[in-house]
């Protein structure tokens, strides 16, 4: 298989026994939860290729995966690895202060942990 044609490994930020992704995925129903699925299977299959209007560089490694209403929130690391952060449902065209905040602290986890692990 061409390294063009192998999927990326999708992954989950936890906090400790918790997966703000998972919480989120598993709260959505209907078309939403549709639309999410679809946005995953594009993700795992182009990965760092999925452009606007689908995907939208946040700074600083951050991206945000668009749907019409669902929005995930993701970064890629090392060895074709993307990491879910977190999603939202959109209510207004901008990212809540807090909620860019909250993801980069969880960016910087992730980096530090991969750090630790020796595979950054």
Not at 31 to 38: G, L
Not at 77 to 82: A, I, S
């Amino acid at each position: 298989m061409s390294p063009a044609a192998e999927q990326w490994r999708i992954e989950e930020y936890r906090v400790g026994d918790r997966s703000p992704i998972l919480e989120f995925l598993r709260g959505l129903s209907g078309r939403d939860s549709e639309e999410a699925e679809a946005l995953l299977l594009l993700l795992m299959r182009r990965g760092n290729q999925v452009r606007e209007p689908r995907s939208k560089a946040l700074g600083e490694g951050l991206f945000e995966l668009r749907g019409r209403r669902v929005r995930l929130f993701y970064m890629f690391l090392p060895g074709r690895r993307v990491m879910l952060l977190d999603g939202v449902i959109k209510k207004t065209d901008k990212i809540a202060v807090s909620v860019l905040t909250r993801l980069k602290q969880c960016q910087r986890e992730v980096l530090r942990r991969d750090r630790e692990a020796g595979t950054l």
